[in-house]
Nanobody
Framework: QVQLMESGGGLVQSGGSLRLSCTAT????????MAWYRQAPGNEREQVAS???????DYADFVEGRFTISRDSANNKMYLEMNSLKPDDTGVYYC??????????WGQGTQVTVSS
């Protein structure tokens, strides 16, 4: 069973930066779709950014050019570089992937808190 483990969350001031990592327990070479989601208290989980095996990326409108998603197949990792963070970016950030099959996986989440 594949496991996804997020790391890199924390407390940061408004305008600050964080880099989230998602590490898979096996090769992501067959993960044709990977994404970051987030969930704020009282809100539904929403997609933040995605990246396909082709390298094509997509971002939610609220990202406004502040975040960059990437994947490192050699190290079985996916990243989310977040800059110019706002208090509205506060939430639990989850790693999600879809493997050929298809099989889907979620990580356990990492907390991001942006103070004003």
């Amino acid at each position: 069973q594949v496991q996804l483990m997020e790391s890199g969350g924390g407390l940061v001031q408004s305008g600050g930066s964080l880099r989230l990592s998602c590490t898979a327990t096996e090769s992501i070479a067959t993960f044709y779709f990977m994404a970051w989601y987030r969930q704020a208290p009282g809100n539904e989980r929403e997609q933040v950014a995605s990246i396909r095996i082709s390298g094509t990326t997509d971002y939610a409108d609220f990202v406004e050019g502040r975040f960059t998603i990437s994947r490192d197949s050699a190290n079985n990792k996916m990243y989310l570089e977040m800059n110019s963070l706002k208090p509205d970016d506060t939430g639990v950030y989850y790693c999600y992937s879809v493997q050929y099959g298809p099989r889907t996986y979620w990580g356990q989440g990492t907390q991001v808190t942006v103070s004003s």
